[in-house]
């Protein structure tokens, strides 16, 4: 049986640890802590310190061990320890916040220069009434490949996260990593 590695990745309030709650088959890891920031706060009480950690089956050949990075840029000496033996990144972005989205930029450069994985972005809170234009996400994410799949998905949504963890398997096979 064959234990893949999936990293996710992407800004304070993205979506990371709602994605591994939504999808682990055991009690996910969780490293949250209240957030220290006052304005930060506003948005929410708590922030995730070190990772977040959950498991998936995907048929007797197959587990995925799902790991997500804390959203503040303090907390990145975490990102070469959870790299290690990783195959694959998907990056979340808000697709109500503009700063969110223009983060994946960065996200996906700061990812690559530690270790080139293929990625996926995928776009969270859709179910928002607030969404950025598609135009907008275009022109926001400029520094970030064509080649890259972007997705639009409810990271509260079970069906929608297992869909996104398949999608990045499916660009694994296509670059026949796997
Ligand atoms: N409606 C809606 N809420 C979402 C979605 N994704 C995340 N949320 C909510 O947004 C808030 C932030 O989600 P978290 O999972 O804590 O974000 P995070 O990326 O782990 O944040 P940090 O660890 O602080 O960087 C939570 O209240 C989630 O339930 C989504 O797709 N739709
Ligand atoms: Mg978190």
Redesign the pocket.
Known sequence: MAVFKIIIT?S???????FIKQISEIAPITTDKPVSEKEMRDI?AL??VAMDFGRLTIDNDLVLHIY?T???ERFNFIYPILLKNAIALII?GDITDRESIKEINKYYHDFYKLKKLPAVVAL?????PEKLSDDEINSLLSEVPNSVPIIK????DKEDVKKTLLFALEQLEEEQIV
């Not at 304070?12 to 709602?18: L, P, V």
């Not at 998905?153 to 509260?156: C, E, S, V, Y």
Request: net charge positive; proline share 4%; glycine share 12%.
């Open positions: 992407g304070f309030n993205a979506g990371k640890t709602e929410k922030t995730t997500a804390p959203g503040q979340l969270t809170k859709i179910d928002k998905i409810n990271a509260t």
